[in-house]
């Protein structure tokens, strides 16, 4: 039996996750669920700890791990975040944040023009390296003096690894998007290696954009996209803003994957919302379809297009939370998802 470690964590998170394991009980898909319901800031503000060793052990021991979301505004440094969704990165290597966005119906699209609405992407972004390795350091602190330092850390090994898996995900056409004209030795290096993969892949569309020309031509039209390749920071900025192209974070879905050994973390976007939070009004598509994407890996291919068809019903017909324009509380949403599977 296939095992699922959850961690409904923070905020809305243990909403949007309770209707996302009613979705999978609905497809009889026979999951041996390990929750881990302790893993939250209460923990963390009673004894300062956010995911101990017992945790990543039994985690580790599962087949993947579905979470809800992490962060609360009472701790007000981010060592609580990066001690539960940044350790689960790092010591288990998952390396490819995958983030697909996909339109699921033309009047969530925020593009004035009807012809550029139909995005179908996905933003592969480098997951363990980059600006978020947590590499750096402060002189003088608190003082007039103070300095501070964050370093970039690119390596041949992470570069290479994660442009070659956006290359196995494209169907057309891969984008690589850099600073390499402002950052040089670490865009060097992608430019490198980009340049490597593409002769490797004549089949394949390439093409390269800086990053702030890559905003730009995003909303500009961001049909003429399948796989954006990029790294930690620029990846994180890049799939927000193809998921708000898709119709807002709340139905946007990510994997946090390793590709050698097919684990994955898989969690909805939006974060934990605390001005929602206990009052029903949480968009619980982004955690369905996060459970859509372990689907998929799982090799439950057609339940998890099931669901998909599934979201697009629901949101044709507004049987939707209201930030889809709709009226349901986030249960009632739940149940709508379930009723049209």
Known sequence: MTSLAVI?????GPEVIEQALKTLE???AGLDIDLLDHVNAERYLADGVGLSDMDLDRIRSSDGVLLGAVGDARVAHTDYVRSVLLRLRFELDLYVNHRPAKLLDDRLSPLRDETKRAVDCVVVRENTEGLYAGVGGVLRPQTPFEVTMDAEINTHYGVSRI???????ARSSVCMIDKSNAVPFGGQLWQRYWREAAARHPDIETS???MDAAVMKLVEDPTRYDVIVA???HGDILSDLTAQLAGGLGTAASANINPASNFGLYEPVH????DIAGRGLANPIGA??????????FGH????QAVRRAVATVIERRRVTPDLGGTLCTEDAGAAIRGAL
């Open 8 to 12: 409904p964590g923070d905020g809305i």
């Open 26 to 28: 609905a497809l009889g």
């Open 163 to 169: 442009i070659d898996y956006a290359f196995s995900v």
């Open 208 to 210: 390269h954009l800086y």
């Open 231 to 233: 790294n930690n920071s």
């Open 271 to 274: 974060g934990t919302a605390p």
């Open 288 to 297: 369905i379809l996060s459970a859509a994407l372990m689907l998929d890996r």
């Open 301 to 304: 291919v057609e339940w998890a």
